[in-house]
């Protein structure tokens, strides 16, 4: 048969991401892989190990999960989207069903593991990386989001919004700038269901506007650089939801379709 040129390639061994025990307290940076406390074995009885991952600066965290196995019920694995056991919890993971990644708010993570003293398995292998934060998505899914522009939703899609929700997010732009904020869509269920924007990064800020119902609200600027939204749902009627497109600019004209929700 007829015989062709072949192949060759070139290959070095590159250092990996640092590895850590989730007994190790901290570890910070861009990526690592953190670990049961035994690589290449299972893990230790009687266990209560805890450990913060903090990533650089306006970042948020992914955490994917390479291998996953404990003692169902027992051997429990805590993860909090913040830097200690009072944050949020993101996963409560037990058994050998492989978890989906888990993607904090910020830039910290909080990890515990817990075992008992009896049946010891395989335990888990997690790959984390710090990403930057985005400028646009859904305040549902994330709570922070930087830039110089992007484009806020409800998180909906195509769909009607979800009942009993309650999501917020600050968007920060560049200081020395204010934020501008329009509507190409907006329709939630009158006076139940509604949106709020202050003119900070809490909601203890001033409030901007009070938004509810179906006609499509004015222009809306901040006076500083950050804009703190809220997205409040009752359990009944449920709407089409928002979508809220942000720009940071130096000047703010003040003239023209600039209407009563305007910080003008």
């Keep these: 048969s007829t015989q062709r040129a072949g192949f060759s390639f070139d290959w070095r061994a590159v250092a990996g991401p640092p590895s850590a025990s989730v007994c190790d307290r901290s570890v910070g940076g861009t990526a690592g892989v953190v670990h049961d406390g035994d690589p290449n074995g299972p893990y230790a009885p009687r266990l209560d190990c805890r450990l913060r991952i903090t990533g650089p600066r306006n970042t948020i965290l992914r955490l994917t999960f390479t291998e996953f196995c404990t003692e169902r019920y027992y051997d429990k694995l805590y993860i909090k989207d913040g830097p200690n056991w009072r944050s949020r919890r993101l996963l409560l993971a037990h058994g050998c069903s492989l978890p989906s990644p888990v993607v904090t708010t910020g830039n910290e993570a909080y990890l515990r593991?817990?075992?008992?003293?009896?049946r010891q398995?395989?335990?888990f292998t997690i790959n984390w990386v710090a990403e930057a934060l985005p400028s646009s998505g859904s305040i549902c899914s994330h709570n922070r989001f930087v830039g110089t522009s992007g484009e806020l939703t409800d998180g909906s899609g195509n769909a009607n919004y979800g009942n009993r929700l309650n999501c917020w997010a600050v968007v920060a732009a560049p200081?020395?700038?204010v934020i501008r904020v329009v509507f190409p869509a907006f329709c939630t269920e009158r006076l139940c269901d509604w949106l709020d924007l202050h003119d900070g990064t809490s909601s203890r800020a001033r409030r901007l506007a009070h938004l509810s119902g179906c006609?499509?609200?004015?222009g809306v600027v901040t006076t500083g650089s950050n804009l703190y939204v809220r997205f409040r749902t009752d359990r009944s009627v449920r709407a089409a939801g928002f979508t809220l497109r942000w720009n940071a600019v130096d000047v703010v004209d003040c003239e023209g379709s600039w209407g009563a929700y305007s910080a003008c």
């Design 113 to 118: 593991f817990r075992t008992d003293r009896s």
């Design 121 to 123: 398995l395989d335990g």
């Design 175 to 177: 200081a020395g700038k």
């Design 215 to 218: 006609q499509l609200p004015g």
